[in-house]
């Protein structure tokens, strides 16, 4: 069964009201958090197919800049737009809505690229879980890890925080703030060395049975050698207290920054081994397409993405409900 057919599969399924909740406020969630791209990006899409009706050039050149206006990013775009060209030649597709289907499975083929990335967060196999979370000032990086905190404390687990951004005027201050709204631990100095901040706190989340840390940092990358020293040193030092940990290493991106969050993924995967990415404020923007442009760019997965202000807001990523928010109406 071809992705299309699945995600028909799922249109019913929410018309028939799901039995499960937690599927359909994640639909719901999707499905409202991207409606800007939807509207913008599937309506275009939707009346392309209406002017033309045949596959030809003119078609091809239309969707291509179409493509490239969702933020999928250029070089994503001409690879997808080859593997459409094969696929119109091999099958002899010449119906521009039938060819609809074939934009939806290639989409959903370009992101899995016959890779096993899981989205799903590497736990530790016993004892505490160390996430350490990176990105630049102003992505949402602190409200990320409170929503974090919120699932995961929802999930009953017992959680802590560690500011290691220790030098930004205000930062222990709002990530204090955000752990006691949370329910959470909380471990924090100003001013001091972040490396020595993050041994101590550690030390306290272990002999609290803390399930799991995030750890906040500095989002400075004026000077990538500044930052790579720091967060080299402080990887050694959670290795020190919490075996093979950090277990996670999130990037923070606003993807209403388009391309320059590509720019970012870049610039941090050269300086740390970046194991996952958060995208926030996807649904503040029309160019939700730079989902598929930062796993084309850099290959590493997504994880979450924000598709809202509320602490339920943040999902795990999950590639079928993102296309089924992207192409809802096309398939209904």
């Known amino acids: 069964m071809g992705l299309f057919d699945k995600l028909k599969k799922l249109v019913t399924k929410k018309e028939k009201e799901i039995e499960n909740k937690e599927i ?108 350490l979370m990176v990105g630049v000032n102003g992505v949402g990086k602190t409200t990320t890890i409170a929503k974090l905190a919120y699932k995961y404390r929802q999930e009953g687990k017992k959680v802590m925080m560690i500011a290691a951004d220790t030098f930004r005027a205000g930062a222990v201050a709002q990530l204090k703030d955000w752990a006691m709204k949370t329910d959470s631990l909380f471990f924090g100095k100003e001013n001091t060395d972040p490396s020595g901040v993050i041994f101590d706190g550690l030390e306290m989340a272990k002999k609290e049975d803390v399930d799991i840390v995030f750890i906040d940092t500095a989002g400075r990358l004026q000077n990538k050698v500044n930052l790579m020293k720091e967060l080299e040193k402080m990887n050694k030092v959670i290795g020190r207290i919490v075996p093979n940990a950090p277990h996670e290493t999130l990037l923070v991106i606003d993807a209403t920054t388009g391309q320059n969050g590509i720019v970012q993924a870049e610039s941090f995967k050269e300086i740390t081994n970046i194991t996952g990415i958060v995208l926030t404020k996807l649904d503040g923007t029309a160019k939700g397409g730079i989902v598929l442009a930062i796993k084309e760019s850099v290959g590493i997965p997504v994880k979450f993405i924000g598709l809202g202000e509320k602490m339920t807001d943040l999902q795990v990523f999950d590639i079928e409900s993102y296309i089924y928010g992207l192409f809802k109406d096309m398939i209904e």
């Open 24 to 131: 359909e406020e994640s639909l719901e969630t999707y499905d409202k958090g991207l409606k800007k791209t939807r509207d913008e990006f599937v309506s275009k899409l939707s009346l392309l197919g209406i002017k033309y009706t045949k596959v030809s050039e003119e078609y091809f050149e239309e969707l291509e800049n179409l493509l490239i206006m969702a933020d999928i990013g250029v070089n994503t775009v001409f690879k997808f737009m080859e593997e459409i060209r094969e696929r119109v030649k091999k099958e002899n597709i010449v119906d521009t809505k039938y060819l609809q289907e074939v934009i939806v499975d290639e989409l959903f083929i370009i992101y899995v690229n016959n890779e096993s990335l899981s989205d799903k967060i590497a736990m530790a196999d016993e004892g505490t879980t160390v996430i």
